[in-house]
C-alpha cells in the first residue's frame, strides 16, 4: 500500500531563506508525482508535475526534484517571501488497479517578514 | 491549466439535512474527482466521477451517503446525505489534464452543526 510522508510537518523561516520540503513515498512504482499549495480555508493549487520519467521541474523559484529509486522528492524554494506562507502537499499518482492520486501529509510553511 | 468552479463555497448545515455541491469546468475533462479534507487532514478521494456511468467509489464511501451525479464533460454534483457533524469538512472537486496533472476548485466548506 502506497504511504506519502512530508518532513518537515511545520516549517518557520525569516523571509530571504532558501528552503526544502522532503517527500517521501513508500512504492516507487508511480506515474507522476505532484506539488500543490493551499492557503487556509481554500482548493488546492498546482505547482509542479514531475513525470516518473523526470528528475526534476522548476517554475520561477521553485525547484522540484524526483528520485523513484529512493522514493523521495523534495520541492525547494529559493529567496522565500511572506506570500509564500501557506501548506504544501505533495501527491503521487499511482496507475493499475489503484489508479488514484495518494496525498502526502503536508507541510505547513510559515515565512517570517 | 483548467478554471473549476464550486458552489457553495461554504454552507452551515443541521444535522440530518442533506446538500448538494456543483462543480462546473471550463473546458471538458476525462477524469473528475471527488475530494474530502476533514479539519487538520490531508485529502481523501471519495470517488471518481464517470460520464453517464456510476461513480466509482473508494472504500469507506457508499453512494447511498455520497450520491454523485455527472451528466456531462463539464459538471458533476456530489451530495452529501443525512449529515452529521462528522461531516464537517472541506469537499474538493478536481479534473484530471493530459500527463495527469490534476487541477483543484476552491472548495466547499460544510460545517455541520
Known amino acids: 500500500k502506497q504511504e506519502v510522508t512530508q518532513i518537515p510537518a511545520a516549517l518557520s523561516v525569516p523571509e530571504g531563506e532558501n528552503l526544502v520540503l522532503n517527500c517521501s513515498f513508500t512504492d516507487s512504482a508511480i506515474y507522476n508525482l505532484q506539488w500543490f499549495r493551499q492557503d487556509p480555508g481554500k482548493g488546492l493549487t498546482s505547482l509542479l508535475l514531475?513525470?516518473?520519467?523526470?528528475r526534476e521541474q522548476t517554475s520561477g523559484r521553485l525547484n522540484a526534484s524526483l528520485d523513484k529509486s529512493s522514493g523521495r522528492s523534495t520541492l525547494y524554494i529559493a529567496a522565500s517571501q511572506p506570500g509564500d506562507s501557506a501548506t504544501y502537499l505533495c501527491a503521487v499518482y499511482v496507475g493499475g488497479a489503484t489508479n488514484k492520486l495518494i496525498f502526502g501529509t503536508g507541510t505547513l510553511l510559515a515565512v517570517q517578514p | 491549466s483548467a478554471v473549476i468552479s464550486q458552489k457553495p463555497s461554504r454552507d452551515i448545515c443541521q444535522r440530518g439535512t442533506s446538500l448538494t455541491i456543483q462543480c462546473q469546468v471550463d473546458?471538458?475533462?476525462?477524469?473528475m474527482f471527488w475530494y474530502r479534507q476533514q479539519p487538520g487532514q490531508s485529502l481523501t478521494l471519495i470517488a471518481t466521477?464517470?460520464?453517464?456511468?456510476?461513480?466509482?467509489?473508494e472504500s469507506g464511501f457508499v453512494i447511498d451517503k455520497f450520491p454523485i451525479s455527472r451528466p456531462n464533460l463539464t459538471f458533476s454534483t456530489l451530495t452529501v446525505s443525512n449529515m452529521s457533524p462528522e461531516d464537517s469538512s472541506i469537499y474538493l472537486c478536481s479534473v484530471s489534464r493530459v500527463g495527469g496533472e490534476l487541477f483543484f476548485g476552491e472548495g466547499s466548506r460544510l460545517t455541520v452543526l
Open positions: 514531475i513525470q516518473s520519467s523526470q
Open positions: 466521477a464517470n460520464q453517464g456511468s456510476e461513480a466509482t467509489y
Open positions: 473546458s471538458q475533462v476525462t477524469m
